[in-house]
């Protein structure tokens, strides 16, 4: 599949079900029953009859009632797609089916999904020849692959002389990509080859494309300046002009587990992966050809395409992915011989480690020009410091980032700053964000 697909009609799903036998609750009433009628034909009283006929009476309603239940008793289930993002607006439709005479007075729906945050248990009555249809709803907090499902049905007379289970084994997958969020401006080392020396000035003004902005400095251009970003927030930014559009991007992922910082949402892990999401949709809207290279349990291998259809790929692995154990440095010197000259890197780390490093140099010396991302370890709670590894690519004349905690729109870590909006496709969309918080360059 290489298109995004958008909100389309619900599929529906949890159709099939297995039904349990009809469960007696108490062995005393039929037990009552045949003492009474053992005492109405030994010794005959009107007392032992009319007791044995208005509890004979009730055991037959309740019998053929619970028949009812279990024959014409029936719940369908079913959700927009089988995707989301982080941040997306996630619901579902539960149809319940009454096909009998009699009413089902209370039904108990057991929803056993294991999305975290979202449980689609209830208890609801549907009377006879009737349908009942209700939603759940939830925002996807966090990525990954969920069940959804399977839903146990459970329901009985209104005597409460029997119990009919129903079990609807079938799931459903539901995958959550990380959210795609908005960037400040990052500027990507251009592409070239060894020996090329720097670009003139006037190649800038000639692209056909702008991918940001950035604060001004003394020495640009006030040709460059974009004044609508400068009059909102009354102080002056230029923009970013991207001097080789041809260029594939390669980002660069590091999972290796022991260098990791923080917990669950709070982590480098999270952050880093929500960097790869949106800097390869930077990319892939400016027009380039972006790759994705990560290694966890499992090798992540998306070689530089263009388009939604890469952004979904894309999206769907970093979904998934996990940490691993394999170094950062090793990961580049494999990578080494698959990536052509005309491309750059964008690598993003929480290691110090000097390995990775030197492992760069081998790509800036054939002109495959590298962009780093430092997580910064102490601000997810480590003593890892990573401002040794920002001098050491400094000294090297390596373009690099010092990424905090505190700079992503992340409404989990932020409660009580964030409003969301639902659209009217499902979406859900921050409408108050925070303020941004700049790069540590």
Not at 333 to 343: D, E, T
Not at 385 to 393: F, K
Request: proline share 6%; with cysteine.
């Amino acid at each position: 599949m290489r298109s995004i697909t958008h909100h389309a009609s619900l599929i529906i799903m949890f159709t099939k079900f297995t039904r349990s036998p009809i469960t007696l609750n108490s062995r005393l009433l039929l037990f009552t029953l045949a003492l009474l009628l053992a005492l109405q034909i030994i010794a005959p009283y009107r007392g032992w009859l009319v007791l044995l006929i208005g509890l004979g009476g009730m055991w037959l309603i309740s019998t053929l009632w619970a028949i009812s239940l279990a024959r014409g008793l029936t719940l369908t289930r079913g959700m927009r797609l089988g995707w989301a993002q982080v941040g997306d607006w996630m619901q579902e439709r539960f149809t319940l089916d009454q096909k009998s005479f009699f009413p089902a007075l209370w039904v108990e729906v057991i929803d056993h999904s294991n999305m975290p945050d979202y449980n689609a248990s209830r208890v609801i009555g549907v009377g006879g020849f009737e349908s009942r249809q209700w939603y759940t709803e939830a925002i996807c907090g966090h990525r990954g692959v969920f069940t959804l499902g399977p839903v146990t049905l459970r329901t009985g007379d209104p005597f409460g002389i029997y119990t009919i289970t129903q079990t609807y084994p079938t799931t459903a997958t539901l995958i959550v990509m990380p959210p795609i969020v908005p960037l400040p401006s990052i500027e990507v080392a251009p592409s070239g080859r060894a020996g090329e020396g720097k670009l003139r000035a006037n190649t800038f003004e000639r692209t056909v494309s702008t991918y940001g902005v950035r604060d001004y400095a003394p020495g640009d251009s006030l040709r460059w300046i974009h004044w609508r970003t400068s009059a909102r927030r009354d102080s002056f930014f230029v923009r970013l002009f991207d001097s080789t559009p041809a260029g594939d991007w390669w980002i660069f992922l590091d999972l290796e587990e022991k260098m990791q910082a923080g917990q669950g949402e709070n982590s480098t892990e999270e952050h880093g992966i929500i960097l790869a999401a949106s800097l390869a949709d930077v990319g892939l809207r400016s027009g380039r050809a972006v790759g994705l290279v990560a290694r966890g349990k499992n090798l992540t291998w998306l070689p530089p395409q263009q388009g939604d259809g890469q952004r979904w790929e894309i999206l769907r692995a970093l979904a998934v992915t996990n940490l691993g154990s394999r170094p950062l440095g090793d990961l580049l010197n494999s990578s080494r011989s698959s990536i052509r000259n005309v491309a750059s890197i964008i690598v993003i780390t929480a290691s110090s480690e000097p390995g990775w490093i030197e492992a760069l140099l081998s790509f800036a010396q054939r002109g495959i020009v590298p962009t780093v991302l430092l997580l910064d370890p102490t601000s997810f709670g480590s003593e890892r410091d990573i401002h040794p590894a920002s001098n050491t690519l400094a000294d090297l004349n390596i373009t690099r980032y010092v990424v905090t905690r505190e700079w992503l729109d992340r409404p989990e870590a932020h409660p009580g700053k964030i409003e969301w909006r639902i659209s009217a496709t499902g979406r859900a969309h921050i409408a108050k964000p925070r303020e941004s918080v700049p790069w540590t360059k």
